[in-house]
Each structure stands twice: as C-alpha cells, then as structure tokens.
C-alpha cells in the first residue's frame, strides 16, 4: 500500500469513528436516512457538478446498476447498522459490524476482483479482526451474550453486526469494482448511490410527515454532520482503493474500531484493560503489515 493510500484510510477511519458516534447519539431510524441523503445531495451537488458532468453522459446499463445495486446495499446497511444500535450497544454492534465486514470483503476482492493477497497481507487482515475482537471486549464479550441480565441484548448485538457485515463486505466489493474496473469518479460512485436512497426511502417516510418534522427538528445538526463526514470518509477510501488493492484497504480501514475506541472512552477503561490494549496494538501491527505487503 502506498503512503497517499494508507494516509487517505488513516484519515477516513477518524471520520467514519466520528459520524458513527454522532449518530449513535442522534439515534437514527428512517428519517435519519432520508434527511442524511437529502443533506448529501445539496451539499455535495456543486463539486459532483464540477467532477462528473462529463462522465456521466458515458455511463451504460452496467454502470448504472451496478450503482443502483451499490445504493440498495447501503441503504439496507445503513438501516441495519442503527437497528442494532437502537437494540443492543455501540460497543458491540460496532466492533462486530467492523471485524467480519473486512474479512469478508478481503475474500470477495480474491474471488470478483482477482486479486492476490500475500502472507503477511492475510497475516495483517486477520490481525486487525482480531484487534476488534479485542477491543470489543474478547472473551468478556462471549460471557456477557450467556449473562441471564444482558444476554439478549448482547446477542442481539451480535446478530445485528454480523448482518451489518454482511452488507460492508457486499457494497465494498461492488464499489471497488466500479472504481477500479469500470474507473468511475469515486465521488460520483458515492454520490449517486446517496440520490438513489431518496426514492427508496420516500415511501417509508411519507408515512409518518409528522414524525419527520419532528425528527428535523431534533436531528437536522446531527444529520447535517454525517452527510459531511460520510461521504469524506468513503470517498477517501475509494481513491485508496484505486490506488491499492482492496483486499488490502478494506481491512485497514478498520483502525476505525481504534479511533472510536479511544473516542467513547472504552480502550482505556476498567474492564479488560490489557486486552483493549493489546487489540490496539494488533490493530496497529495489522495495518503496518497490510501497508508493507
């Protein structure tokens, strides 16, 4: 991985912590969706503009479903993410979430992308999922999904990640082909797939105008926060994706997890302190591996 392309992730990584904090507290749901995609479309229209306008006149069927897809996926992500948000904890939804999307994006860049990945890249990818595994608590984390008080929320948690995951790997690898095979604008990739949720969020809405002015009024600074920094932080890794191969920025992106550790103040906490440490040194060890090979 080149310097720009490790330095574009570190970057997105900060990013990415940070919106998901501030949406976390913001709680999310369906109008935090649709309002998140309205405040994109506004506020990135001027430089898509300025990027695109001739590109796009290029486009065929494939590239535009291939972003349709890529929009539904996120939506569907999205969704997912602050459903296990609003059932379990941050804490776990997150690390859980971020640790199996990595891996299974690493295996669908080998097998769509072609691409090869070599021992010490695989070494480096398994150690940044073992350093959120850590993180997220280790072992402690298997106690508390069988505690009788917080057993269900915790598995919850689990389930709810894994599926986020699932969505990550899905977009990611669909994204980096329209990157780098098809050479679309990232910014145009992340763009459009933000005006394609609008018409899919629409009708889910539409069905509660009273509950969206409400949620406007409440969460129009938190959504206006993450359609700056969600679309900064993929359209960073999207550049580092043209510029590196995916199978390795997809699992360096996760020092994310060590950022919004070290945000929500779980890293240096009471309990489980030396694993929490130890998960940061792994990931830090697995990003400087995935740089090197």
């Not at 998901?20 to 999310?28: E, H, P, Q, S, V």
């Not at 080998?110 to 608590?137: H, N, Q, R």
Request: net charge positive; charged share 10%.
């Amino acid at each position: 991985m080149t310097p720009l392309a490790l330095a574009l992730v570190l970057a997105a990584a900060v990013c990415h912590a940070t919106w998901n904090l501030i949406a976390k507290k913001a709680g999310g749901g369906n109008h935090f969706v649709l309002m998140g995609s309205l405040l994109v479309t506004a506020l990135w229209a001027p430089l898509v503009a300025w990027v695109g306008v001739q590109e796009v006149v290029h486009w065929g069927r494939t590239e535009w479903l291939l972003l349709a897809l890529s929009a539904a996926l996120h939506v569907v992500y999205f969704r997912t993410l602050l459903h296990g948000y609003a059932v379990s904890d941050l804490t776990v939804v997150y690390p859980v979430a971020r640790g199996s999307g990595p891996l299974l994006s690493t295996m669908g860049a080998v097998l769509v992308l072609g691409e090869t990945i070599s021992l010490v890249g695989a070494a480096g990818a398994l150690a940044v999922v073992a350093g959120v595994f850590l993180i997220a608590g280790g072992p402690g984390l298997w106690r508390q999904a069988h505690a009788p008080e917080q057993g269900e929320r915790v598995r919850r948690g689990l389930l709810w990640g894994a599926l986020t995951g699932c969505f990550i790997a899905g977009y990611t690898v669909i994204d980096g082909y329209a990157v780098k095979v098809l050479l679309i604008s990232p910014i145009l990739v992340d763009y459009v797939g933000n005006v394609l949720r609008i018409p899919v969020m629409l009708p889910i809405v539409l069905r509660d105008r009273a509950g969206f002015a409400q949620a406007w009024c409440a969460q129009w600074r938190a959504a206006l926060v993450v359609a700056v920094l969600g679309p900064l932080s993929y359209v960073m890794v999207l550049y580092a994706v043209r510029m590196a191969p995916l199978s390795h920025v997809a699992p360096a992106r996760e020092v994310s997890m060590l950022f919004a550790a070290l945000a929500g103040g779980t890293l240096l906490g009471e309990s489980d302190r030396w694993l929490r440490l130890a998960g940061a040194g792994a990931i830090a060890a697995g990003v400087v591996a995935l740089a090197l090979g």
